[in-house]
């Protein structure tokens, strides 16, 4: 894709030069890491925020060795020369206002329909043919094609239906995921996020399509975005990242001009990078500007690029994320929709692999919501890391290992690091196996 396309929308004054395009911007300083010294505020780093040891997203340089983090993960940043060294970052009042719309019911979640091995059939065609539809938006997209609003909205139904009969099985999906087709993949994953959000917090009917659907479109300026910087397996020159971070218009652009489209899905589209503390981009919004379906799409977004591995990076765990999301709260996140984002996942989601106590080695096929500490699993290596045979074991029905002990999960592993490829299990009939060897 040539760089003249990228701009079909963008209302940005820009020069080109025969070796990259510049821009000014106000407050700004392009600094080499070998440059920093102590007393400089950093605000933008030459890569994501989450993929540094720094939680803050704006710091004073307090000691070298934090110009040293800086040296070991950046090339260069952006420095403030109007902070002066008192400033620090900090957090919102203890008490800033979190919802827009303050008539969500924070009760219960409604019930599961169906049972995961009834629901997950469907699920997977639901899954495989929204997937190819979000792929063929963006081709279209980066073709100079507008967006099919239509079969957007019919394609969230589906994914609405199924998820309130089993969030779980569209969560399990989730999982199967390919850093090659990243993109398209986390559009749908955030849609899935969002609707699983929505339905945890009890979203009505039409709220949990219209959260969908902001999902689902937040990214689709990327595809205006050229592949050489959108897949750049290494970091981005400063020019590129502005290029990168130019997605956000140009989705709203892309989006305002869909015929019926839903106007949260444009606002959510051009907002979705913006944080609680006012330092987010495009624009700069606080926690009083942003909506509510901003809010629960950004939560999704940052989730599964956190969970996702990356040209750039390995996707760290369910539990390395909430705690990153957790840190967040307050600042970036809204913090009473973070607490319900890990309640609906659960501690142990669906689809990741868990050590045992009897140092097997199991995936989490379904959350038991009475005791969510004891969901379904699946053992898939013995204590000797060999595979065994696949069958569903209810922990709720606490049963004992082979010393007569109780059966519990230790905790979240990775499952690169035994070997264990999700889809390939998949693809190999993995549930259907295991629904079929059950007891229970």
Not at 53 to 63: A, N, T
Not at 98 to 110: A, K, S, V
Not at 231 to 243: F, W
Request: charged share 25%.
């Amino acid at each position: 894709m040539l760089l003249k396309k990228l701009w079909p929308f963008g209302k940005k004054k820009i020069t080109r030069t025969s070796d990259a395009i510049k821009y000014s911007v106000p407050e700004r300083v392009y600094t080499p890491v070998n440059l920093l010294a102590i007393g400089m505020y950093v605000i933008e780093l030459d890569r994501p925020w989450l993929d540094s040891p720094f939680l803050f997203q704006g710091f004073e340089i307090k000691d070298e060795t934090e110009i040293m983090q800086l040296k070991d993960c950046c090339d260069y940043v952006y420095i403030d020369t109007t902070k002066d060294r008192k400033r620090r970052p900090h957090k919102l009042e203890k008490d800033p206002p979190t919802l827009i719309d303050t008539n969500i019911d924070f009760g219960t979640p409604p019930p599961k329909l169906s049972r995961f091995d009834k629901e997950i059939g469907h699920a997977e065609v639901v899954h495989k043919q929204v997937g190819e539809l979000v792929s063929d938006f963006m081709e279209r997209i980066a073709r100079g094609q507008g967006v099919d609003t239509k079969a957007a909205k019919a394609a969230v139904a589906e994914c609405v239906n199924s998820i309130l009969h089993s969030p779980d099985a569209f969560l399990w999906l989730n999982q199967l995921k390919n850093k090659d087709e990243y993109t398209a993949q986390h559009s749908l994953n955030v849609c899935v996020l969002s609707i699983v959000l929505g339905r945890h917090i009890n979203f009505s009917m039409e709220n949990l399509n219209n959260v969908g659907l902001c999902g689902m479109m937040h990214d689709m300026g990327k595809m205006l975005v050229p592949l050489q910087i959108l897949n750049k397996p290494g970091r981005l020159e400063p020019d590129e990242m502005e290029i990168m971070r130019s997605h956000a218009s140009l989705g709203y652009e892309l989006l305002k001009s869909s015929e019926g489209m839903y106007r949260g899905a444009v606002d959510s589209a051009h907002s979705h990078h913006e944080t609680l503390d006012g330092k987010g981009y495009p624009n700069k919004l606080n926690h009083k500007q942003l909506s509510l379906f901003t809010r629960v799409v950004t939560i999704a977004d940052m989730y599964d690029a956190i969970t996702s591995d990356r040209v750039y990076q390995k996707g760290r765990t369910h539990l390395e994320a909430t705690s990153i999301m957790s840190d967040l709260s307050g600042t970036h996140l809204d913090g009473n929709l973070v607490v319900k984002f890990i309640e609906a996942l659960g501690v142990y989601p669906p689809g990741c692999v868990v050590a045992m106590t009897n140092e097997c080695i199991a995936i989490v096929v379904e959350v038991n919501e009475l005791v969510r500490l004891r969901p379904k699993i699946i053992i898939l290596l013995d204590q000797d890391q060999q595979p065994v045979q696949e069958e569903v074991i209810n922990l709720a029905d606490m049963p004992l290992d082979d010393r007569g002990n109780l059966l519990t999960i230790r905790g979240i592993v990775k499952a690169q690091d035994y070997g264990i490829d999700i889809a390939k299990y998949y693809q190999q009939g993995i549930l259907q196996k295991g629904f079929s060897h059950s007891k229970s």
